[in-house]
């Protein structure tokens, strides 16, 4: 199988379309707020729509569900269902209990119970585990003891089925800002890249918004890193666009900043809502409400060109994207 270097996001339809047209391989994470069994806030598709639009126009494309598990989707759940629906439709599942976990050790259990119960399910199935660190900062010692804990306690047939294992270099975004603001550390990133070398398995960074226009990604690959997820940095092209076109007009502008603020997105995000400027606010949350009607109604409906703009931006940053990867591509 031919692995992609990037994995994308599906932020909105836009991007979805630009990928699936692409040249050149690109994978998908959609994570459980933008896809799931149950909905998600990208063009109101669900898990069974979303793969099956996909594979009817690119069947080569990678589907990953990105940071499945717990409580990781729009309802607090265990996870169950979404990774069900995840095994008839996706190709590959990141299993992450991260966020729920209280140790490595609580972390390693609950991965391998998961893989031994999606087993059942599908033994086809491809895995990719650890996670960034936001969620659960761990050193390479911790990750070598982790893959260890799964390579003994899974069957052999089982931890095969295992393709990547998150490393951490020190990436953290902000989207209010667009800027990736973690200190990365190559020596780091390239003691966790020998770590899962020696498990037989691919690296795969998260975070790897806001580095597309620097040699950041570059001495990622250089360093053998085989794989980068970028998200929020698609979607903020199409709300650069909203933001820039309704600035021309004060009426649009000040709902387009209502629906934002309204949606609440901009709480995971901004801790003082007093400290940043309206433009910030929008261009921190305007892809969270891309897909709602009242803003197809009162925002985009002013825009007749929109989409054909913002594809041709997308298609722009996609071809930046394989200018950096062309030289590490198998």
């Not at 994995?7 to 707020?33: L, T």
Request: charged share 25%.
């Amino acid at each position: 199988m031919n692995f992609p270097k990037y994995y994308i996001g599906p932020m909105s339809k836009n991007v979805v379309d630009c990928v699936i047209d692409h040249k050149y391989p690109i994978g998908f994470i959609p994570s459980r707020r933008q896809v799931d069994f149950c909905g998600g806030y990208v063009n109101g598709w669900n898990t069974k729509s979303f793969s099956k639009y996909v594979n009817e126009k690119n069947s080569s494309i990678l589907l990953c569900r990105d940071h499945g598990g717990e409580n990781q989707g729009q309802e607090i759940d265990d996870g169950n269902q979404s990774f069900l629906n995840d095994c008839d439709n996706f190709d590959l599942i990141h299993i992450d209990p991260f966020r729920v976990s209280c140790s490595m050790l609580d972390a390693a259990e609950r991965t391998k119970s998961i893989i031994e119960n999606l087993w059942t399910k599908n033994p086809t199935m491809m895995y990719e585990v650890g996670t960034e660190e936001a969620i659960f900062k761990y050193e390479p010692e911790e990750l070598i003891w982790f893959l260890e804990y799964l390579c003994q306690e899974l069957t052999l047939k089982q931890f095969h089925q295992i393709k990547y294992a998150v490393v951490q270099s020190g990436t953290r975004l902000d989207l209010s800002t667009r800027t990736n603001t973690g200190n990365f550390n190559n020596k780091r990133l390239k003691k966790f890249i020998d770590v899962v070398k020696s498990f037989g398995l691919m690296s795969k960074e998260h975070n790897g918004d806001y580095l597309t226009d620097s040699f950041d990604v570059e001495v990622r690959f250089e360093s053998g890193l085989d794989a980068i997820n970028i998200a929020p940095e698609f979607g903020q092209i199409e709300s650069e666009y909203y933001l820039e076109e309704s600035k021309k007009d004060a009426e649009i502008f000040e709902r387009l900043y209502e629906l934002c603020y309204n949606s609440g997105k901009w709480k995971k995000w901004i801790l003082d809502i007093n400290r940043v400027s309206k433009d910030q606010l929008i261009m921190t949350c305007c892809h969270y409400i891309l897909s709602n009607q009242e803003f197809i109604d009162s925002i985009k409906s002013h825009f007749s060109d929109s989409d054909s703009v913002i594809k041709k931006r997308i298609n722009s940053q996609l071809k930046l994207l394989n200018e950096q990867t062309k030289n590490y591509r198998i």
